[in-house]
């Protein structure tokens, strides 16, 4: 039987930290600090719920983020 891969590690880093920051900072940001993927969305907006490894999430309304998630 085959193993299981292990998933990469993410940045250790605090997403709360990005709570009212612009998103194009928060963006620049999270980039520096090694996420692979960074997402931002408007309020409201469908999303699946898949989790991926290195892949943050920015809720943004009137250019700044309001909500913030890894996966």
Do not use: H, K
Request: charge should be negative.
């Amino acid at each position: 039987m085959a193993s299981l891969p292990t998933p990469p590690a993410q940045p250790d880093d605090a997403p709360d930290s990005y709570v009212g920051l612009g998103a194009d900072t928060a963006e620049q940001q999270a980039r520096s600090r090694g996420w692979d993927t960074v997402r931002a969305v408007p309020p409201g907006t469908f999303l699946t719920m898949e989790f991926r490894a290195g892949r943050i999430n920015f809720q943004v309304e009137d250019a700044t983020v309001t909500r913030c998630w890894v996966g």
